[in-house]
């Protein structure tokens, strides 16, 4: 195996300079969306609970029918 090829500084710090931008541009792109998904979830979640609220009206009703009839 021939021995490794010395690489240039230029591009060692071409590709560090990356290395570092895309560290940077994740953590903000994160905080940035953080709050966002945490909005989203609190809807959802209050969602979830009115849907489940009606569907145990539709349940208690539909059983009240079914009394009534028998």
């Known amino acids: ?3 490794p090829v010395a690489v240039s500084p ?3 710090t071409a590709r560090y300079s990356a290395l570092i931008a895309g560290i940077v541009y994740g953590k903000r792109r994160y905080d ?3 709050p966002i998904a945490a909005e989203e979830r609190r809807i959802e979640e ?3 609970k009115v849907r489940q609220e009606q569907e145990r009206i ?3 009703l539909a059983e009240a029918e079914d009394t009534i009839l028998k």
């Open 1 to 3: 195996m021939p021995p």
């Open 10 to 12: 230029l591009i060692k």
């Open 32 to 34: 940035y969306l953080k």
């Open 46 to 48: 209050e969602e979830k």
């Open 58 to 60: 539709a349940k208690e």
